[in-house]
């Protein structure tokens, strides 16, 4: 039962402009979201997060919006730089648990 | 440099056999997590200890077992070896109950294990 999904293993974004991965989850219990970065032959690198609380959470380039509804988030990347070319997961954590469940990732490549 | 460090980085063996993978996690993290990444999946979670007890159990076979020693460090043993558990292995760790924590987690860069 996949709990944190991304349904986009991929993604290409032109240079400079807005990269937006998307991130779905099922677990109404879920109550902070993280994304986290990974380059090749490298451990996950946290990016951004948000609490449950909030619905947007901005840092930099890099904007995390949070819709509970639909429980869905996204991560925005304002302009995308070609450093940003790696595979992005989506982790949540809740229900009283320290451990982060993590979708399967999207690799985005930045086009020079 | 996230501050946890992983060995080895690389492991090839053959089925049937057992590995050991070690992990020492940030200074002064006292929670260590597993996660397991095959092929094209996400981070699968194995288990995590706290100051040395088991405090969660994720999707982890009996053939898999785990321990974290006094001095914190963690070590994920792997036996009976099957191609399938041809893998990434992540350890983690987290400053869980200190001040300040932000709910993440810090990454060791992985072993990968190689079953022929």
Known sequence: ?112 | DSGVTQTPKHLITATGQRVTLRCSPRSGDLSVYWYQQSLDQGLQFLIQYYNGEERAKGNILERFSAQQFPDLHSELNLSSLELGDSALYFCASSPLGRQGNTGELFFGEGSRLTVL
């Open chain 1, 1 to 112: 039962d996949q709990q944190v999904k991304q349904n986009s293993p991929s993604l290409s974004v032109q240079e400079g402009r807005i990269s937006i991965l998307n991130c779905d989850y099922t677990n109404s219990m879920f109550d902070y979201f993280l994304w986290y970065k990974k380059y090749p032959a490298e451990g996950p690198t946290f990016l951004i997060s948000i609490s449950s609380i909030k619905d947007k959470n901005e840092d930099g380039r890099f904007t995390v919006f949070l819709n509970k509804s639909a429980k869905h988030l996204s991560l925005h990347i304002v302009p995308s730089q070609p450093g940003d070319s790696a595979v992005y997961f989506c982790a949540a954590s809740g229900s009283g648990n320290e451990k982060l469940t993590f979708g399967t990732g999207t690799r985005l490549t930045i086009i020079p």
